[in-house]
């Protein structure tokens, strides 16, 4: 039960008034008095502002914990403390509590959408969250690895041909000792073929791509345990159709008795067709039907008695199904051969099922190795289609606290991020997104196609064709609308240092949208799936991710809203450790102001000692003011803030780091036109003073978002300088080798030319030698071109190479060289000691430093 508290009016001091008994309004006089005073002081002085404003609400954390215990005590909890046991047994785990609150089932049947095989949807359905950090770092591998390999051969991961619940009905069957029918028999060899070709393409893939042996590797060890019986396949084939049935070929018995059978039914089609004709028009049959087994007519129910036979009662009465007497015997024959047929085909069967039973183990392994890469697949191919990144995990013991609570500090720790996530999204926001704008292109695909078809006919008159082009315009408005409203994504870099953030800002301003995005990021990536922000995603492996978010009020309960929140943040302590990430939304909200921060305060602190029953990290959101000064006394705590745009009076969605939230409500009221004589009297009585403190955060936000934008630009320069050093560094590796092809032709048709005219000269020599003669005509010609192969010789050595680089010790990976045992320039790619690594052409080899000499 709320204990209620008088409503005056200045219940709560103003900053002035603390300064006064502080002494502290005198002291910020005297240091706003010099010249150098600049944003930095005020800074601090919002600080002090802040710390003296909590000191005058907070006592010490003693008093903070008996107050939050008062509260817990209070009659109405003391009757939910005893019914503690009842509650539980009616409401779900907070874990699983957890994952609907964040919507993780929803995002679960995203994932399920790519999957090809009905077990694997099943099983994406539910993703697994694992209980180590290794668990984890498998999955996120390979994910990346089922990625790598679809760039390298695509299709080779479509699972959409396999139909995995028949086959597990099939090997279920066999198990027990029973004929698998023909449609399992195909599912098991479609599936053992389709596990020969992933073998194989993954094989290739390893073989064509050595230096991604690492990347693959995971999916190659996943896929080694698959023992396929390469004759089943084969054999089953031989059998059964695609569809299931058995070929005629499978057994001379089975072809006999289909013969017979076909043989049967064609004789008593003829005999009921000749029936049908010898019928008058009024009496005639119908159609031929098959019923149960046997063939016969349909009749109308008042003109049966024409035709002898055996009549059955149709269910409407206007009609009735006959079997002609003629036709009793060429039935019975015809069920004959249908049983003939029915054995002949069991046999069949049952002889395919004896032989693959001795396999069952292995088709079982294959199977579910199969469906394990079907959703592992589809965590990979939903990751690509959202646009997200791979996660790196950080092993919460890097960021362990010492006895006394306070997180170890050293100089690497203070360089790193417990948790960086750049430009994070909600997935789902982005999935909804991706919907309207397949929707929007849809809606407007055809109301253009519709425009076109009505300009290409005739007779269309003005006013439908405006009400066409009224439906494109429509159709392109709401397009553009669509594809504005993309989700904000929001950056959230949390020191090491920091164990509680609390976010402030006003209602609808994405407050709540911010800690489900960093509760799904950190599941997504638990589960082994790749996480909505930029590139690299630096994340804690967190043993639990509990919330409370939402109203948690029951009436059935007798529940109030603040009882409901201390409820469930209750079980969340007793489930939390130092590894847990915890989400609050609005702590300390639904009762009093001042006992709601103070209690605020109490469960926050207690979070941040870490160990059973506090977390690892803390998200908390609040309207309440004094939760945003524990950052001025204690570094495990930070601010952040949802930007609001006071010219539209519109939140921006965007997350201010380290700046706390700000006051808009009297900024608001008049640029909504209220009157001013009221907010004069608001203003005075919230204070000059506080004003002040809000001008100052509202510049630091100013100043924030300059930066943001500075930074932004300079990413953007400098990922367009970074291309253009990549694009130069390419075209200086064609234009080399482009002259070592150059030289290296000439130098072949050099070689060519001389070897030519060498053996003319020759032959020329010997003719001589043997007749006495001088030389011929071809004398002279061999000469000529001996000389002139001395000239372009000479010409091509003049061609200037690559410089060599001066000391080889100073040359680096990626320069060029001139390697003289090769007669042109290589790249060096590696330098080990005394050997170089160099490719040249296609074709690395590896020399010796001295051979450059």
């Not at 027990?176 to 053992?192: M, N, P, S, Y």
Request: charged share 25%; aromatic share 4%; net charge neutral.
């Amino acid at each position: 039960m709320m204990i209620s508290t008088p409503n005056h009016r200045l219940h709560h001091p103003t900053p002035v008034e603390i300064w006064k008994t502080r002494g502290i309004f005198s002291d910020y006089r005297k240091i706003s008095s010099h010249e150098n005073f600049g944003s930095i002081q005020r800074v601090e002085w919002v600080g002090r502002i802040c710390f003296e404003r909590r000191l005058k609400i907070r006592t010490t954390a003693s008093r903070r914990a008996l107050a939050a215990n008062k509260i817990l005590e209070t009659k109405d909890f003391v009757r939910y403390e005893e019914n503690d046991e009842k509650i539980q047994n009616v409401k779900k785990s907070v874990v699983t509590e957890t994952l609907e609150l964040l919507e993780w089932p929803r995002l679960c049947a995203a994932v399920a959408e790519f999957a090809g095989t009905a077990t694997a949807k099943e099983l994406c359905n539910d993703l697994s969250l694992p209980a180590t950090r290794e668990e984890s770092q498998g999955l996120v591998d390979q994910t990346t690895a089922a990625l790598e390999l679809d760039s390298l051969l695509a299709g080779v991961l479509d699972f959409g041909a396999l139909r995995t619940p028949i086959v597990k009905t099939g090997l279920n069957r066999a198990s027990k000792g029973a004929v698998c029918t023909g449609v399992e028999l195909a599912g098991i060899a479609t599936l053992l073929q389709f596990g020969q070709t992933l073998r194989r393409g993954i094989a290739s893939v390893l073989q064509e791509n050595r230096e991604k042996l690492d990347l693959l590797l995971p999916l190659a060890n996943l896929v080694e345990p698959m023992v396929i019986p390469q004759d089943i396949p084969k054999l089953i084939w031989s059998k059964i159709e695609e569809d299931g049935s058995v070929k005629d070929t499978a057994s001379s018995r089975l072809r006999l008795a289909r013969i017979q059978f076909r043989t049967l039914e064609q004789k008593l089609q003829e005999l009921l067709n000749k029936i049908m004709r010898e019928q008058s028009a009024a009496t005639a049959a119908q159609e031929i039907v098959d019923v149960d087994g046997r063939l016969c007519l349909v009749v109308p129910t008042n003109r049966s008695d024409n035709i002898p036979g055996l009549l059955f009662q149709r269910g409407s009465g206007a009609t009735a199904y006959l079997e002609p007497s003629a036709a009793v015997t060429l039935n019975n024959k015809l069920s004959e051969a249908r049983a003939e047929v029915q054995n002949a085909e069991y046999e069949v069967l049952s002889e395919v099922t004896r032989k693959i039973v001795p396999h069952l183990d292995n088709i079982q392994i294959t199977l579910d190795i199969i469906v394990r890469l079907d959703v592992i697949s589809a965590r990979a191919k939903y990751s690509s289609n959202i646009g997200s990144s791979k996660p790196l995990f950080y092993d919460p013991l890097d960021f362990s606290q010492s006895p006394d609570g306070q997180p170890l500090q050293d100089a690497s720790q203070e360089k790193q991020l417990l948790l960086n996530l750049r430009k994070a999204q909600h997935p789902l926001l982005v999935e909804q997104h991706f919907h309207a704008l397949k929707r929007a292109k849809a809606k407007l695909k055809v109301a253009s196609k519709a425009l076109n078809r009505m300009k290409a006919r005739a007779g269309i008159t003005t006013a439908m064709l405006e009400s066409s082009q009224t439906a494109v315009a429509d159709a392109e408005a709401e397009l553009l609308e669509v594809q504005a409203k993309v989700p904000v994504p929001i950056d959230v870099q949390v020191s090491a240092s920091t164990r509680v953030v609390a976010i402030t800002g006003p209602n609808t301003g994405g407050k709540t949208a911010a800690i489900k995005t960093i509760g799904l990021a950190a599941l997504m990536a638990k589960a082994g799936l790749y996480v909505v922000a930029k590139d690299p995603v630096c994340i804690p492996w967190f043993d639990a991710v509990l919330a409370d978010i939402g109203d948690e009020q029951s009436l059935s309960q007798s529940l109030s809203t603040f009882s409901g929140h201390l409820m469930r943040i209750k079980r969340i302590k007793s489930e939390s450790t130092g590894g847990s990430l915890v989400l609050l939304d609005e702590v300390g909200a639904g009762t009093d102001p001042t006992e709601g921060a103070s209690l605020g305060m109490a469960l926050l602190e207690s979070f941040a000692v870490g160990g059973t029953g506090g977390s690892l990290l803390t998200f908390a959101t609040t309207h309440h003011g004094e939760l945003k000064t524990l950052k001025y006394s204690d570094n495990r705590f930070e601010n952040a803030s949802v930007e609001f745009d006071e010219e539209r009076l519109t939140p921006t969605y965007k997350l201010l780091w380290g700046i706390p939230g700000r006051s808009n409500a009297i900024n608001i009221a008049r640029r909504l036109g209220l009157p001013e004589e009221i907010l004069e009297e608001a203003e005075a009585l919230y204070g000059a003073e506080s004003a002040e403190v809000n001008e100052v955060i509202m510049k630091l936000e100013e100043a924030k978002l300059e930066f943001d934008r500075s930074l932004e630009e300079s990413e953007t320069l400098f990922g367009e300088i970074k291309e253009l050093h990549n694009r130069l560094l390419q075209t200086a590796e064609n234009i080399h080798e482009y002259m070592d092809e150059l030289q290296f032709g000439k130098k072949e048709e050099l070689a060519a030319i001389s070897a030519s005219a060498r053996s003319r000269l020759s032959a020329i020599s010997r003719t001589k030698g043997q007749k006495g003669q001088a030389p011929g005509r071809g004398a002279p010609e061999a000469s000529a071109d001996l000389h002139s192969i001395r000239l372009v010789e000479t010409t091509t050595s003049s061609v200037p190479e690559c410089s060599q680089p001066e000391g080889l010790a100073e040359v680096k990976v990626g320069e060029f060289v001139y390697l003289p045992k090769l007669g042109r320039t290589v790249k060096i790619v590696d330098i080990k000691g005394k050997n170089v690594t160099v490719l040249t052409g296609n074709l690395q080899m590896k020399v010796k430093r001295s051979e450059f000499q």
